[in-house]
């Protein structure tokens, strides 16, 4: 089997305008970035008429393991699925940030015969957008720490200045910071601090606005500190927001590229599902849901951080109803959260994959809480066993009552997922979803993260010190109760202990921070120990990626 990029490097691409043209994009829509990518402007798309918006599917997994998942390849491996079948469907996916790619976690444009192209592009700078989201945040950065350097007019209290610099890299020495070092002339020292730009408000405004004009009004909106007398001031108050949408308005345009197989796919945005609230952009899946029939998208990690975030964050906000959830598993993955190692992960063990199904269940019943409905696909590796798949069917169908698919779009691509295309669509056709966020907005801050905890997460509570029972005193008293809660913890665990796999329950989560972001609209929950900039691995992707004689970057993949 050849690898990723050698599959990618020998397929053959067809012209952006060709793939806008099967969307039902007009050429004067396009703006081209080379001869395989463009971007979209929803402005000068024609009128859909009478013609309903598409079915809005979400892809979804279990808790991740090192063993692997495959919830974007599984994304384009449906989205071809569901072309071969005769559908008229889109892809809706997030732009990869450089940190993973060059840190752990590698490139996320899908894999085998399942991909987005052209992947070294999509995996590197692409068209910008993170590089404009990055120098957006940093000027508003700059431009608070000048206007404290130039009299301070709004009596900024510089103990209390709560926006962090951002870059797109993973950089554990730039996560606390002293700057202004050096007398006067450089300002006055302060801490500070760096985030990985997935982390940025900038960036969960940018996926969330649903335009020019509330982009601007969103990051008018973001709170950059408060005075001495603890009134909150704004970027508006900094008069920031007219030069940061200048950065940004190019960016906001959804990017337009294509599968393998050349079903026309939307790539636009990047939030990180762990720290932010991790989905592509509205205007991206909006835009997609006006011209296909299907649109299949993604939110970042297992169903209890992306999916959830989907359901109680971007569907609440943008009034999207998805008509159906796709939650990917594989056997690997499900044996490791029964207790395998990861180097024999290779051989059949039936009683630690019966031990591990408890991971998918949860998620299951999770979906089912939001009122849509699932199916499970299983993507196939060669290592598993008859034995091993009939296990899982029986489970899912005798007690969860789910149907499941083995799918092999990999090794296929969209041949491997015609079987998931099939089901989906016909339940997304249905009609069966009824979806309801899980908590109402009225409902009290803490209790929201109580009601995620103990709901999707099975934890037994929250533990809350008194300093932050006062912040989330302080949060409502200020008007911002409304909000939903996005928590940022662990991925590999439903608890904030990354070490406890499979279900556990009666945890309790430890909140350790709470951050307002009431421009995108949400109050962030920081949870045990994750951080919102990552570090490099001891061994990191970057070690191993170069040019080789001929030009071709390798090691990316």
Request: charged content about 20%; aromatic content about 6%; glycine content about 10%.
């Amino acid at each position: 089997m050849p690898t990723d990029i050698e599959i990618a490097r020998a397929a053959t691409l067809q012209p952006i305008a060709a793939i806008a043209a099967k969307a039902g994009i007009p050429v004067e829509a396009l703006s081209p970035y080379g001869k395989f990518i463009a971007k979209i402007d929803p402005h000068a798309l024609p009128d859909s008429g009478d013609k309903p918006d598409g079915k809005l599917i979400l892809v979804t997994a279990i808790s991740p393991t090192p063993a692997g998942e495959g919830k974007t390849t599984t994304t384009v491996g449906l989205g071809d699925g569901l072309s071969r079948i005769g559908k008229r469907a889109m892809i809706a996916l997030r732009e990869p940030s450089l940190g993973p790619s060059f840190g752990m976690k590698g490139g996320a444009a899908g894999g085998g015969y399942a991909q987005v192209v052209p992947m070294e592009q999509i995996n590197l700078h692409f068209t910008g957008d993170f590089h404009a989201i990055t120098s957006a945040h940093n000027l508003l950065a700059a431009m608070i720490d000048n206007h404290i350097y130039w009299g301070n007019g709004l009596d900024l209290d510089t103990r209390h200045v709560a926006l962090r610099r951002v870059m797109d890299m993973n950089d554990r020495a730039l996560r606390q910071v002293v700057s202004s070092l050096g007398g006067p002339g450089n300002g006055f020292p302060r801490e500070d601090g760096f985030d990985i730009t997935v982390a940025s408000e900038v960036m969960a405004i940018f996926c969330l606005a649903q335009g020019a004009a509330d982009l601007e009004a969103r990051l008018g909106r973001i709170v950059v500190g408060r005075t001495r007398d603890k009134r909150l001031v704004s970027a508006a108050d900094i008069k920031a927001t007219g030069a940061m949408s200048v950065l940004l308005k190019d960016a906001l345009m959804p990017n337009l590229v294509q599968t393998l197989e050349g079903t026309p796919a939307f790539v636009h945005g990047g939030p990180f599902a762990n720290i932010a609230h991790g989905c592509n952009s509205v205007i991206a899946t909006q835009t997609a849901l006006k011209l296909a029939d299907y649109v299949v998208t993604e939110a970042g990690f297992g169903a209890d951080l992306g999916a959830e975030k989907f359901f109680d964050i971007k569907c609440r906000k943008a009034g999207l109803k998805p008509a159906a959830a796709v939650v990917v598993a594989t056997v690997r993955a499900l044996k490791m959260h029964g207790g395998v190692a990861r180097d024999a992960l290779g051989r059949e063990d039936l009683k630690a994959l019966e031990a591990g199904l408890s991971n998918l269940a949860r998620h299951i019943v999770n979906i089912r809480k939001f009122g849509v409905p699932p199916i499970v696909a299983i993507n196939h590796f060669a290592g598993d066993t008859a034995a091993e798949h009939a296990l899982i069917h029986h489970f899912c169908r005798n007690h969860l009552g789910v149907e499941t698919v083995i799918c092999r779009h990999w090794a296929e691509g969209g041949a491997g997922a015609e079987e998931l295309a099939r089901k989906v669509a016909a339940l997304a056709d249905d009609d069966e979803a009824d979806f309801t966020p899980l908590y109402p907005t009225s409902m009290p801050l803490r209790q929201k993260l109580e009601t995620i905890a103990r709901e999707i997460y099975g934890a037994g509570g929250v533990s809350v010190d008194p300093k932050l029972e006062a912040r989330f005193a302080e949060l409502e008293a200020a008007g911002f109760g409304e909000l939903p809660v996005c928590v940022a913890k662990t991925q590999y665990s439903f608890a904030a202990d990354p070490t406890l796999r499979g279900a556990p329950s009666g945890h309790i989560v430890p909140l350790r921070e709470l951050r307002l972001s009431a421009g995108a609209g949400f109050v962030v929950a920081i949870c045990g120990d994750i951080m919102t900039m990552p570090g490099l691995p001891r061994e990191p992707a970057a070690e191993r990626i170069h040019i080789d004689a001929q030009g071709y970057i390798e090691g990316l993949f």
